[in-house]
């Protein structure tokens, strides 16, 4: 069914359930998303005149560079990128952009390598080991425009010597299922990498460096890492796999070069930034797109209420949170009081532990979660939502349902629990008609949340 909407199925979301609340609820959501993405705000950023970039308050005169690289990594690597082509054309001289493994989407004058994510492929090793040639050989007068977003870490890889693709996949595959956070993940990923933890910037040392990224930070990470100084060390990178207790469940390889980088100090991430000429640019972040969120639910004439841009933790966990919240909202009109519409942003994590898991992701889980805690029957939808439009390792986006979801459930003879303990949520919500599809984005700023309460039906 064609649809206006960025929600591919939006039309199919709101034809069951509490139709009219759904609705509202999607219209907000993707205010959110749209706001997120990069384009516009990097072609206000970056523009052309009279052969003078202006970059922000920098202005460069075209004819005093050498040579002009586009270089970079990311799921919402490409409207950035697609903006910067636009500014430039003809005039850049190498392009090489990592996008996710499936965005067909491709550019002129840059070239567009599918990487894989949240698991590493070979195409994307290839494309690491050129970019990073393009950087060693750019010069003083030379400049680098990097679109870096979200999904880096897993799309840009350099092995070091005596680790393979395999192993590389199975340390990644073992600290996603771990419920590690991506601060811990990526100590590990910094440590495995030549381009990690500040080195992309340093091998163009002493080129003109400018990132476009999207302000995805917490408050233990800088972001993007591939810019920024490392405070993780190689000690901190094996300490996260003996606390999640997989060291001896990483190949051998990893951990012999984990080992040997805790004995050689030249082999460790940078702790500064050499090169002067390193500039970051943000061009979107989460507490813009929920701002969007709540201005649009204002709009509509619900009181909007930002929880937090940057909550964490365990997906299942968080829906029943949310549960809790909707259900004492409803009853007793505390901590808010319909009709109103509670908003949050943040990365959560799943643990899957030893058994094989089912198909899924957190937001898939958040959504399902929200319903197995959910008693009320006044009007309430909840949605969580990858803001990239992949959930996990599927193609999913995250999960709608509401307050008629649990016993829908029971009537098609759907496991809810059952689907959280298998992890195996994709399953549950497709069988439901709650599965989200939005295909890429074009932006990346991890995942987006909402609780929309009604007024409770009068009897």
Known sequence: MTSEHLIKNHDE???????????????????????????????????????????????????????IYVLGVGKGAYPIALAIEEALGARITDGIVLIKQGDTRRLKHIELVESGHPLPNQEGLD??????????????????????TGG?????????EGIT?????????????????????????????????GRFVEHANPAEVHTFTLNTATPEMLWPDLVNPDPTTFSDAISVLKNFNLWEAVPESIRK??????????????????????????VADPVTACQAMADKAREMGYSAHILST??????????????????????????????????SGGETTVTIGDKKP????????????????????????????DSDGTDGPTEIAGGIVDNTTGVLAQELNISISQALIEHDSSKALV????????????????????????RAKEK
Do not use: W
């Open 13 to 67: 979301l709101c034809n069951h359930g509490e139709q009219s609340a759904r609705k509202n609820a999607l219209d907000i959501i993707e205010e959110g998303i749209l706001r997120a993405i990069p384009y516009q705000e990097t072609k206000r950023l970056l523009t052309v005149k009279n052969n003078h970039l202006s970059i922000g308050k920098r202005i460069i005169d075209l004819n005093e560079v050498a040579n």
């Open 127 to 148: 494309a690491s080991l050129r970019i990073r040639a393009i950087l060693k050989k750019a010069k003083e007068r030379d400049l680098v425009l990097a679109p870096i």
């Open 152 to 160: 880096s870490s897993a799309m840009m890889n350099i092995l070091p």
């Open 165 to 197: 693709l395999k192993d590389l996949i199975t340390v990644n595959d073992l600290l996603l299922k771990s419920g590690a956070s991506i601060s811990k993940m990526n100590a590990v990923r910094k440590h495995l990498c030549d381009m990690k933890g």
């Open 257 to 282: 070069h984990l080992t040997q980088g805790l004995q050689n100090p030249a082999m460790e991430t940078p702790k500064t930034i050499t090169n002067a000429n390193n500039y970051i640019h943000y």
């Open 310 to 343: 940057a909550l964490e933790g365990e997906a299942s966990s968080l829906g029943i949170f949310l549960a809790g919240i909707t259900n004492e909202t409803v009853q007793r009109n505390q901590p808010f009081t319909p009709p109103c519409v509670l908003i």
């Open 358 to 385: 089912g198909v899924g992701g957190p937001n898939q889980e958040t959504a399902l979660g929200y319903v197995s805690k959910l008693f009320v029957k006044s009007p309430c939808v909840c949605i969580s939502l």
């Open 431 to 454: 069988g439901l008609g709650d599965a989200i599809i939005t295909g890429h984005t074009g932006t990346n700023i991890m995942n987006l949340r909402l609780v929309l309460i009604e």
